[in-house]
């Protein structure tokens, strides 16, 4: 759930007291398509408009200098946006997490940020959690809230640091844009290599479902057993047939019954 507290510190004097005790709330439509979404994504949407907004109110203010912290319970999220680790177009929501740290490069103020542990109200009395944890439960009641309401989103005007956007079959990439780059590029030439390699028709009507299934299983998988997966489905792992035919070995029989060892053989 998108959830951020903004508290000011700003060195001015243009700020009176009542806009540095404000309660002020808003909503915000995350971008992107609806199999992008996800908690961490909207928790990048809460930050970039808590920053885009601070620096609206910055303007109007004429505030030069000063310090905001931001709090925030999703420590990914956090780490992503303020963190000095070199982000990179393999990121997830590379596109919010790039416009992020425009918009803190350029900004008139310096940011920081906290985090924040989520849903502490399930164990304590909200009274007696501080104001940090106050905060997150009640932009957590009211993201809630907004949500049931399930509002019809309408595409904003272009927000300055907006990069240039990729499409890959007329939908904008948000992330991950190398490994969307090479799907576009050899999805289709992939999923030919597998329909041959299990024997399946190419004009199969279930071809389409079975693909995906495929993919979901492959993705469902940590790394280490992807690339396992693929290397024993593509018949190239290190059975003693393939080790002959590598002149690792001589011998293509099985250790433990001595029948020729094919990939099936293990199996
Ligand atoms: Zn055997």
């Not at 601070?54 to 999220?77: I, M, P, Q, W």
């Not at 177009?89 to 992020?100: E, G, Q, S, T």
Request: hydrophobic share 30%.
């Amino acid at each position: 759930m998108a959830g951020f507290v903004v508290e000011h510190d700003l060195t001015t004097q243009t700020l009176n007291k009542n806009d540095l005790t404000k309660n002020i709330h808003g909503q915000v439509s995350v971008p992107g398509n609806k199999d992008e979404q996800s908690s961490y994504r909207w928790e990048l949407g809460g930050i970039l408009s808590g920053i885009v907004f601070t620096h609206e109110l910055c303007r109007k203010k004429k505030v030069t200098s000063g310090t905001c912290t931001l709090g925030c319970d999703n420590t990914g999220a956090s780490l992503a946006s303020f963190g000095c680790k070199r982000r990179s177009p393999r990121w997830a929501c590379f596109d919010l997490v790039n416009m992020i740290r425009y918009h803190i490069k350029h900004s008139p103020i310096q940011w920081e940020h906290q985090h924040v542990k989520g849903h502490q109200d399930d164990h304590k009395r909200f009274a007696e959690l501080d104001q940090w944890s106050q905060a997150n439960v009640l932009v957590d009641k009211i993201a809630k809230r907004e949500l049931r309401l399930n509002r019809q989103l309408v595409a904003g005007p272009l927000l300055e640091g907006q990069s240039w956007k990729l499409r890959r079959k007329g939908r904008p990439i948000a992330g991950n844009v190398e490994k969307q780059i090479r799907n576009t590029i050899h999805e289709e030439k992939m999923k030919k290599r597998w329909i041959h390699q299990f024997g399946l028709d190419e004009t199969d009507e279930d071809q389409y479902d079975c693909w995906e299934t495929f993919k979901r299983t492959c993705k469902a998988k940590k790394e280490w057993e992807k690339v396992w997966y693929a290397k024993y489905n593509a018949r190239i792992g290190p059975v003693m047939s393939n080790l002959v035919r590598r002149k690792h070995e001589d011998n293509p029989a099985c250790p433990r019954c001595g029948e020729y060892e094919s990939t099936d053989h293990v199996f």
